[in-house]
């Protein structure tokens, strides 16, 4: 099956799924009108990429306190399949922070994902250099949720600027931006981030803007760093596919994004 890459989800354990989709929902609505489009479990997941011709989803953890790592590698681990791809998390406060990243290295995953908002930190502070350092030495692709976000108040905490100060000082970090860049920020991510190369993939963000401005983004940027991702559950799989079709961005570009793209930064070590 030759089918398209999802570089940004998430799922939840059976049994916790209903209650975590519910109690962030809950979270998002006293600033914004979101909603959950599946219960958060992994079949109901598979059963939205059967759905919208999606054949891997990149699975998001977030461990919102240190003593969440355990548990949530161990549950990467047992959901990990061909078409599932985990990337679990740390918190950067975890003083285990540098040992964790090396031990998710070695339990085989492909990357991690971290949330400064939901982690309580900004990107450029210096107490994560030798945990970014670890990550860059160990070629784990770096899942960072950038912009702002709709459950927390505007912060600068992963802004385009702070984006750049990172790579500055790791400039071979594989980090991948969410949200066209930076969620909200747009006019930013065109001053500071556009043409450079830095991965971005697009959830989240092509209903937020007009469409002419998302296209302008996309097509200014090198077109091996734009991936498909949806944010599923807090987005329907197929409408976020419909979205980026709608762009008529040319069949080579399309192909890139949607699987390409994802492919090579999966595949390469
Ligand atoms: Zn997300």
């Given at each position: 099956m030759q089918g398209i890459i999802d570089f940004h989800t998430h799922a939840f354990p059976d049994p916790l799924a209903e209650r975590a989709v519910q109690l962030l929902l809950e979270e998002g609505r006293k600033k914004y009108d979101v909603h959950a489009y599946l219960d958060g479990r992994i079949s109901s997941?598979?059963?939205?990429?059967?759905?919208?011709?999606?054949?891997?989803?990149?699975?998001?953890?977030?461990?919102?306190?240190?003593?969440?790592?355990?548990?949530?590698?161990?549950?990467?681990?047992?959901?990990m399949s061909d078409r599932i791809i985990p990337f679990p998390s740390l918190h950067p406060e975890s003083p285990?922070?540098?040992?964790?990243?090396?031990?998710?290295?070695?339990?085989?995953?492909?990357?991690?994902?971290?949330?400064?908002?939901?982690?309580?930190?900004?990107?450029?502070?210096?107490?994560?250099?030798?945990?970014?350092?670890?990550?860059?030495?160990?070629?784990?692709?770096?899942?960072?949720?950038?912009?702002?976000?709709?459950?927390?108040?505007?912060?600068?905490?992963?802004?385009?600027?702070?984006?750049?100060?990172?790579?500055?000082?790791?400039?071979?970090?594989?980090?991948?931006?969410?949200?066209?860049?930076?969620?909200?920020?747009?006019?930013?991510?065109?001053?500071?981030?556009?043409?450079?190369?830095?991965?971005?993939?697009?959830s989240f963000s092509l209903d937020c803007m007009p469409m002419e401005t998302a296209r302008r983004i996309i097509m200014k940027h090198p077109k091996d760093h734009i991936l498909f991702g949806t944010d599923s559950p807090w987005a329907d799989q197929a409408d976020a596919l419909a979205l980026l079709k709608n762009l008529e961005l040319g069949q080579e570009m399309e192909n890139l994004v949607l699987r390409k793209n994802a492919l090579n930064l999966l595949t390469a070590a």
């Amino acid at each position: 099956m030759q089918g398209i890459i999802d570089f940004h989800t998430h799922a939840f354990p059976d049994p916790l799924a209903e209650r975590a989709v519910q109690l962030l929902l809950e979270e998002g609505r006293k600033k914004y009108d979101v909603h959950a489009y599946l219960d958060g479990r992994i079949s109901s997941l598979l059963t939205s990429m059967d759905r919208s011709g999606i054949e891997k989803s990149v699975i998001c953890s977030i461990a919102t306190k240190p003593s969440q790592f355990d548990p949530i590698v161990k549950w990467s681990k047992q959901i990990m399949s061909d078409r599932i791809i985990p990337f679990p998390s740390l918190h950067p406060e975890s003083p285990d922070a540098v040992e964790q990243v090396r031990q998710i290295r070695a339990e085989g995953f492909k990357g991690v994902k971290f949330h400064p908002y939901y982690q309580d930190f900004s990107i450029d502070e210096k107490r994560l250099f030798p945990m970014y350092e670890e990550l860059q030495k160990q070629r784990l692709i770096v899942v960072m949720h950038t912009g702002f976000d709709l459950a927390f108040e505007r912060d600068r905490k992963c802004d385009p600027e702070k984006i750049l100060r990172v790579l500055d000082s790791f400039p071979d970090l594989r980090l991948v931006t969410t949200h066209l860049g930076a969620w909200e920020d747009w006019d930013e991510v065109e001053r500071h981030l556009s043409g450079k190369k830095i991965y971005m993939e697009i959830s989240f963000s092509l209903d937020c803007m007009p469409m002419e401005t998302a296209r302008r983004i996309i097509m200014k940027h090198p077109k091996d760093h734009i991936l498909f991702g949806t944010d599923s559950p807090w987005a329907d799989q197929a409408d976020a596919l419909a979205l980026l079709k709608n762009l008529e961005l040319g069949q080579e570009m399309e192909n890139l994004v949607l699987r390409k793209n994802a492919l090579n930064l999966l595949t390469a070590a």
